[in-house]
């Protein structure tokens, strides 16, 4: 059974394409479902297409099947096409035809639309959270392991000398910056859609500020057309938000699997963190970070897809935008899970000490000499060509404990407290607080 149907249904093979994944999806959208129909009620109650016995009897019967999905209880019958449809029916199987009024004024467009934002919103929310925690262990390990030097490479070559807590401290400020495009997808995520119908808005005068408040948005979408555009360009900020995320990711989960490499062997695990060969026993393979460098590549795919899927549709609502879930969904699921393995091996990562003492590694203090000769009065340029000289000839023997690195940003100052409070200041930017206010109001 189906809202829109009346008395001829779909062909099985129609219903079973257009409907798709999509139940498999509602699931995870059915408590903000749930939310918005309550905040849907209490604004039809404020204007009078509800009494106020109707609203509490629709309030109470709402406020039922979200605890019954959080406890896990609620399910999407055989038959019925998707949770908008399974809520309501509900609702009429439970209190009658009070639950045949509460879609009064709204289309499933727009309740669709507004169930997408509040899952988005909440789902940046956990991202940010799983990105918060892997920033803490990050700057933990840049302070722990500060003095402990590694080679840094450009060209994949060997070039200065870095530490540890350089490279550590590097994915940590990359998180904070990340969440400034996570920013952008959340306040397009932060604004409600409710009330713009098909589209075009309705004849009952709803209140749409009242939702807004009464949801938590920050704003909302003013325009009916662009509320309905809007779909499309909010999983399109999102796509990018989540492969920055997945790149900052990729390089980290790439530069384990190389460090991890026995030619370099700067870092280890402990071998229950590794896999093994069938036929190699010595082997100790880095499956973990090859599946993170995997699947965030998979995710910085993402952007492409949804754009592609863009491509051709014109003002209003089309089904093509069905399958955004179809990538955005599973995308969310898998960036989740590579944050929070991350943070799971990170934890047990060991750092192999005194590396560059290994005469293998004198000619990464190259520039240390020139500058040293510069400081001695010699122009750079014929510093820079009497070490180039010495090199080549054989005669290049620096002092491979000696740096003086002290700006900021360096192996010397990792300004580590400042890249802590910018990612300070970037969670506060997103105010979930107010958002927590909003829907305790309405559960309550």
């Excluded at 079973?16 to 039809?44: N, Y």
């Excluded at 009330?195 to 009916?224: C, I, K, Q, W």
Aim: with cysteine; glycine share 6%.
């Amino acid at each position: 059974m189906k809202l829109w149907q009346k008395n001829t249904g779909s062909k099985k093979e129609v219903e079973s394409f257009t409907i798709g994944r999509d139940p498999e999806f509602d699931l995870s959208l059915a408590p903000f479902d749930v939310l918005g129909s309550m905040a849907h009620a209490e604004m039809l109650s404020m204007i009078g297409l509800l009494t106020k016995e109707e609203n509490q009897i629709l309030q109470k019967g709402l406020r039922d099947i979200y605890y019954e999905i959080e406890r896990g209880e609620f399910q999407i019958e055989e038959g019925v096409e998707d949770v908008h449809s399974q809520v309501e029916f509900l609702l009429t199987e439970r209190f009658g035809d009070v639950g045949k009024k509460l879609h009064s004024g709204r289309s499933r467009n727009d309740q669709v639309l507004v169930d997408l934002k509040l899952y988005y919103r909440a789902a940046i929310r956990e991202l940010v959270n799983d990105s918060s925690e892997l920033f803490d262990l990050l700057l933990k390990l840049a302070e722990k392991h500060k003095d402990d030097l590694m080679p840094g490479y450009t060209h994949t070559q060997l070039a200065m000398p870095s530490s540890f807590g350089l490279w550590f401290g590097s994915i940590a400020e990359g998180l904070s910056e990340d969440l400034g495009l996570l920013k952008a997808a959340f306040d397009l995520s932060n604004k409600n859609p409710l009330g713009s119908a098909a589209g075009y808005g309705s004849s009952f005068p709803l209140n749409r500020t009242m939702t807004t408040e009464l949801l938590g948005f920050a704003d909302l979408h003013h325009n009916v057309i662009n509320a309905q555009n809007s779909r499309g360009k909010t999983e399109r900020t999102l796509a990018f938000a989540m492969a920055g995320l997945a790149g900052t990711l990729n390089r980290m989960a790439a530069d384990v699997c190389v460090f991890m490499n026995q030619h370099f062997a700067f870092v280890s695990f402990p071998d229950e963190l590794t896999t093994g060969s069938s036929i190699m026993p010595h082997k100790k393979n880095p499956d973990v970070f090859e599946l993170i460098r995997a699947k965030t590549n998979q995710i910085q795919a993402i952007p492409n897809t949804v754009n592609l899927l863009l491509t051709n549709t014109t003002t209003g609502y089309h089904r093509d935008l069905q399958l955004l879930k179809e990538e955005i969904f599973p995308g969310i699921a898998s960036l989740k899970s590579c944050l929070e393995m991350s943070t799971f091996m990170l934890k047990s990562i060991r750092i192999r000490e005194n590396i560059l003492l290994d005469p293998f590694y004198k000619h990464l203090f190259s520039v240390e000499v020139v500058n040293e000769l510069v400081l001695k009065g010699i122009p750079f340029r014929d510093a820079y060509k009497k070490v180039g000289l010495d090199i080549e000839k054989g005669d290049f023997t620096p002092d491979q404990t000696n740096l003086n690195h002290t700006h900021e940003g360096s192996i010397g100052n990792l300004n580590l407290k400042e890249i802590q409070e910018k990612m300070n200041l970037a969670i506060r930017q997103f105010r979930f607080e107010e958002i927590d206010k909003a829907i305790m109001g309405l559960l309550t």
